[in-house]
């Protein structure tokens, strides 16, 4: 039986293997008060996962929320205000 393999290696490439785009990384960038807000209100999350929260974890979980919120009506007036025909 003979072995048949790609010639090429185009043909094999795997999509994953390839680095990040200037636009992938610049999204990413625009982004990312938003994904550090969400790591926040996860960290608090995660304090009270074994114990009952306290005043002070309740006061954390408060605002880490509002932080999410924050960071994604922001990130959705950019995204809106960089649309051509966007919301004005």
């Known amino acids: 039986m003979k072995h048949i ?3 090429r290696a185009v043909v094999t490439a795997d999509d ?6 200037a636009a992938e990384l ?3 960038e625009q982004e ?3 994904i550090l807000a969400r790591v926040d209100l996860l960290d608090a999350q995660i304090i009270t996962l074994d114990r009952p929260p ?3 974890d309740a006061r954390r979980l408060r605002r880490a929320r ?3 919120l924050a960071a994604r009506r922001t990130l959705a007036n950019t995204a809106a ?3 051509p ?3 004005a």
Request: net charge negative.
């Open 5 to 7: 393999g790609a010639v």
């Open 54 to 56: 306290s005043e002070l």
């Open 32 to 34: 990312m008060p938003l």
């Open 85 to 87: 025909g966007g919301a």
């Open 16 to 21: 994953f293997d390839r680095e990040p785009t």
């Open 81 to 83: 205000a960089t649309v």
């Open 66 to 68: 509002r932080k999410v």
């Open 26 to 28: 610049d999204a990413i």
